[in-house]
């Protein structure tokens, strides 16, 4: 699919996710959170 062809579709409001490439999507800079991670700093206090 062209760029074009994108973007006409997206602006259209169309569902863009059969379009998508989905197995490799990535989130850069994302650290995995820690729930017990601000207990644990108050209790080295």
Do not use: H, I, Y
């Not at 820690?34 to 206090?45: G, I």
């Amino acid at each position: 699919m062209k760029a074009s062809e994108f973007e006409a579709k997206f602006e259209a409001g169309e569902d863009l996710t059969p379009n998508l490439d989905l197995s490799r999507a990535r989130r850069p800079n994302r650290v995995p959170s820690n729930p017990f991670r601000s207990r644990d700093e108050v209790a080295e206090r």
